[in-house]
């Protein structure tokens, strides 16, 4: 009988394509992972990789046992699911969002598991597509994205509106587009677009990003204010990353005449059928954000 713990090791490796990122999501060394993998060779009596360097490609037959393996293992996960007790308040759930709700978020779901001591929750930051292909690959229960899913065995629902906003430092009372040009831009990976979609509603003048010269950038959504408040620029942030900004003092947050919001969507797989604990956590996220809008 194959060793569901090898076979899970091998088909999150085949899914990943990388060693050490498949000791990070089992929470393995990386030694750990190889050991496991030339186990399951061994108990198989077949070579299931071909190792090249630090990279590798399956055989024929870790092709074929990639392929039935998943199937089985999520045979046992939904047969363990049944015949445990279900209860809301008691395990693990695993949730992955992007940065700027994740800083709102995060808090609210330890003080989740304050509440429920038995409740364990599990939390990524990571872009759209890593969300959308990890619930498809059922590393994560629940994802929020700002994008619905073009995976059919992931499904989304709209649950809230995040909206956009201009910030600047403390001292800056009114915007008009000679300050914007004036002050210059702080970018960041999702910068231009979110600089797009707030003011081409808001400046006629407004054409591109490029109109304002790039005074900085940093790919840390809990840093991206630090030279904005420093009066380096300006920037272009969904209002969950501004308000979870440190130094509030030192921002100001401006309200546009047509404001723009990006829609929030909650992501599951269509095959799964969610237990109690993770229905539980996202209704309560549900209520959160819709609060917050």
Known sequence: MINTVW??????????GHFTQTAHALFMTQSGVSQQIK???????????????????????????????????????????????DDP???????????????????FLLDLQQQHPKLSVMH????????????????????ITTQP??????????????????????????INWPVLQRLGFISHPDGHHHCQALLRANFLQFEHPE??????FSNQISLILEPVSRGFGFSVL?????????????????????????????CRHTQVSQSQRVRYVADKIQTLLQAKV
Do not use: M, W
Request: glycine share 6%; aromatic share 6%.
């Open 211 to 216: 109109q304002f010269q790039e005074r900085g």
């Open 238 to 266: 969904p209002l969950h990353a501004a308000k979870a900004f440190a130094k509030q003092a030192k921002i100001r947050i401006h309200t546009l005449a047509h404001p723009v919001s990006e829609t929030l969507y909650l």
């Open 89 to 107: 308040h008691s395990g693990r759930v695993r949730i992955a969002t992007p940065g700027s709700v994740g800083l709102t978020l995060y808090p």
């Open 124 to 143: 990524s930051f990571a872009p759209n597509k890593s969300i959308e292909r990890d619930v498809s690959q059922r590393h994560f229960d629940l994802g």
């Open 149 to 174: 899913s073009t995976l059919p065995d992931v499904f989304t629902q709209a649950i809230a509106q995040e909206a956009l906003v201009l910030v600047t430092d403390n001292r800056i009372a009114d």
């Open 7 to 16: 076979l899970k090791t091998f088909c999150t490796l085949a899914d990943l």
């Open 39 to 85: 186990k399951l060779e061994q108990q198989l009596a077949t070579p299931l990789l071909i190792r090249v360097g630090k990279s590798f490609t399956l055989t024929d037959a870790g092709v074929a046992l990639h392929r039935d393996g998943r199937k089985l293992l999520q045979a046992t996960e939904l047969l363990e699911q049944n015949i445990k007790q």
